[in-house]
C-alpha cells in the first residue's frame, strides 16, 4: 500500500519569498492534515480537512498561510510571504473518517529552510 | 500550551535495557496515541488506547494509561539500537473528531 506523499522533500527560500507544499493521502483517508513542526517540538495542527471541506484551521495564520483540497484527494499548502519563523518541517498525514478516532499516516515531510 | 507533556524530556540507556517514558495532560481524552519519529521512517503511529482501557500491549511496548491522574506511560522492554528516536504522546479530544494535540516530546537514545 502507498503511503503518504509530499513533495518537495526540501525548499530553502529567501524571506518574503511564496513556497508552496504538496500532499498526496492514502487511498481511500478522507481527513488530511498538514502540521507544522519546529525543531524540537511536537507537530501542530495548522489545518484539517474531511473530503474538501475544512474542520479546523484555529491555528493556522490566515494571514500568510492558505490550503486546499479541491477534490477531496491531494492538498497543497501555500505560504506567502514566508517569514524566518516559518522554517521547519511541514508534515501531511491522513486517516479514516468516522465515528471513533483513527491513528493518522505521515508523510515524510518538507524541511522548509527561511533565510 | 501543548495538551500533553512528556517526561523525560531526553533519555540514554544501554541496549537491552527497558525504557519508560511518561505523558501528562490537561483536559479529558476520548484516546490517546504513541508515535515515534527517526530520520529514517519518519512519524510513525505505535499504540493507540482508549479512555476506558487501563493497558495494552503491542510488541516489545506496553502503554498504560491513568485517567484519575491524566497520565500515560509508554514502556519499551529489552532496547535496541534501532529503538532510537523521539517519541510522541498525542491526545485526541472528542470521539470522531480525528484531531490530534501532540506533546514536546522525549528523546531516547539507545547505546550500543
Known amino acids: 500500500e502507498a503511503g503518504v506523499a509530499q513533495s518537495p522533500r526540501y525548499k530553502i527560500i529567501e524571506k518574503r519569498q511564496s513556497v508552496a507544499f504538496w500532499c498526496n493521502p492514502i487511498?481511500?483517508?478522507?481527513?488530511l492534515y498538514w502540521y507544522q513542526q519546529i525543531l524540537g517540538q511536537g507537530p501542530k495542527l495548522l489545518i484539517q480537512?474531511?473530503?474538501?471541506?475544512?474542520?479546523?484551521d484555529s491555528q493556522l495564520p490566515k494571514d500568510r498561510f492558505s490550503a486546499e483540497r479541491l477534490k477531496g484527494v491531494d492538498s497543497t499548502l501555500k505560504i506567502q510571504p514566508a517569514k524566518l519563523e516559518d522554517s521547519a518541517v511541514y508534515l501531511c498525514?491522513?486517516?479514516?473518517?468516522?465515528?471513533?478516532?483513527?491513528?493518522?499516516?505521515f508523510g515524510p515531510g518538507t524541511r522548509l529552510t527561511v533565510t | 500550551s501543548q495538551q500533553g507533556e512528556e517526561d523525560p524530556q531526553a533519555l540514554s540507556i544501554q541496549e537491552g535495557e527497558n525504557a519508560t517514558m511518561n505523558c501528562s495532560y490537561k483536559t479529558s481524552i476520548n484516546n490517546l496515541q504513541w508515535y515515534r519519529q527517526n530520520s529514517g521512517r519518519g512519524l510513525v503511529h505505535l499504540i493507540l488506547?482508549?479512555?476506558?482501557?487501563r493497558e495494552k500491549h503491542s510488541g516489545r511496548l506496553r502503554v498504560t494509561l491513568d485517567t484519575s491522574k491524566k497520565s500515560s506511560s509508554l514502556l519499551i522492554t529489552a532496547s535496541r539500537a534501532a529503538d532510537t528516536a523521539s517519541y510522541f504522546c498525542a491526545t485526541a479530544l472528542i470521539q470522531g473528531a480525528q484531531k490530534l494535540v501532540f506533546g514536546q516530546g522525549t528523546r531516547l537514545t539507545i547505546n550500543p
Open positions: 488506547i482508549r479512555s476506558n482501557e
Open positions: 480537512f474531511q473530503n474538501n471541506g475544512v474542520v479546523d
Open positions: 498525514a491522513s486517516s479514516f473518517a468516522g465515528e471513533r478516532t483513527y491513528e493518522q499516516y
Open positions: 487511498s481511500g483517508h478522507a481527513t
